[in-house]
């Protein structure tokens, strides 16, 4: 699976965590990196729900080829 802007931007926060000595900067940052799991979850649930009630294979791929599914 390729990797994606949110997992790449979960990368970086998760970086920060452990860069920085701020407990404030800290929680910012772990905030941010939940607030990213709810977007990677919601698009899961999407792609699941698209896989399940879309039957015709082309549609399927054409999204895939434009981003919108994995």
């Known amino acids: 699976m390729p990797k994606t802007i949110l ?4 990368e ?16 910012k940052a772990r905030n941010a990196r939940q607030l990213i799991q709810v977007l990677l979850q919601r698009r899961d ?3 699941e729900a698209i896989d399940e009630t879309v039957t015709d294979d082309e549609i399927v791929e054409n999204l895939r080829d434009l981003g919108y599914l994995e």
């Open 7 to 10: 997992k790449t931007i979960d």
């Open 45 to 47: 649930d999407l792609d």
């Open 12 to 27: 970086l926060l998760a970086g920060i965590e452990e860069d920085v000595d701020s407990s404030e900067t800290i929680y």
